[in-house]
């Protein structure tokens, strides 16, 4: 199943490494059709950027 999501809603993305820690943010937008990628998120860091997210990501529902 494709990755869905909506404006509120948080994507995860896990560390793949050891050195690697866990992302946390905001989704602010969604630019693609029916709740697809890319996002625009707003990182826990209060960076913000368009993410396509990888299989290393997963959302949580607002």
């Not at 697809?36 to 607002?62: F, I, K, L, N, Q």
Request: aromatic share 4%; net charge negative.
């Amino acid at each position: 199943m494709a990755m869905q999501a909506k404006p509120g809603d948080r994507l995860i993305v896990e560390g793949r490494t050891d050195t690697a820690h866990r992302r946390e943010g905001e989704i602010l937008e969604v630019h693609g059709e029916n709740g697809s990628p890319p996002y625009m998120v707003r990182w826990d860091d209060g960076h913000e950027g368009t993410v396509y997210p990888g299989s290393d990501a997963h959302v949580s529902e607002s």
